[in-house]
Structure formats: C-alpha cells, structure tokens
C-alpha cells in the first residue's frame, strides 16, 4: 500500500512564499515520477507541476511557470514545491500523485493529466490573502 501525506499548506499574504512536502511510503521512490495539483472552489482539478523519477526533468503549467519549483529527495522520499510571489489565485488544495507509468505517457501534457497518476495524497490547503 503506497501511502502519499502532504503538509506545509497555510495561510500566506499575498507576494510571500510557501514549500509545500510530500511524503512518500515505498520502498521504491525514485521509480515513480511525481506531480503536483491543486484545485480552488468550483474549478477542476489543475496540474501545476511534474518531476520525473530521477529529478532530472520537470514541467510547469503555464500559471506557475517562473514561480514555482518542485524538486525531491529521493534518499527521503520527499516532494516539495517552492512556492514564491503567491497570489490570491493561488488559494487551492494542493495535492501531490505518484505515477509509475512509462515516460511516453508524461510528453505532450500527459504529465498533468490526473488520470496518468495511480496514487493520491489527501491535500495541504493553500489560502493567499489580498
């Protein structure tokens, strides 16, 4: 059973900066490539970022691009996304996913389909105020 736990969402003034966690319990970490969501009132689910397996390639939506960064650990099985210049758009839960599936599957925007992900965390909420 792969169990995925996000911390460190909050509350944050607006141009501050949030690191949002994720851990992972597996043995095999660095085989899954791993993805952030997140998903505000009345919207559908967004996926903001991606990290393959070995951390060597990453992906942005385009919302997040130049603000966010999302790194891992892998000797700790740990996630993050830094998170800078926040702004009341930014007010979600966050989410994080697992995916073990094969590269092919993460080009051309599949990386930020939910669908692509086998394994789901329970959320760390995000709330920018004005």
């Known amino acids: 059973q792969v169990q995925v736990v996000e911390s460190g969402g909050g509350l944050v003034q607006a141009g501050g900066s949030l690191t949002l966690s994720c851990t992972v319990s597996v043995l095999t970490f660095d085989r899954y490539a791993m993805g952030w969501f997140r998903q505000a009132p009345g919207k559908v689910r967004e996926g903001i970022a991606w990290?393959?397996?070995?951390?060597?390639?990453?992906a942005y939506a385009d919302s997040v691009k130049g603000r966010f960064t999302v790194s891992r650990d892998n000797a700790k099985n740990t996630l993050y996304l830094q998170m800078s210049s926040l702004n009341p758009e930014d007010t979600a839960m966050y989410y994080c996913a697992a995916s073990a599936v094969a590269y092919a599957y993460y080009i051309n925007g599949g990386c930020f389909h939910s669908t692509t992900y086998d394994y789901w965390g329970q959320g760390t909420q995000v709330t920018v105020s004005s």
């Open positions: 990290i393959k397996w070995d951390g060597i390639k990453t």
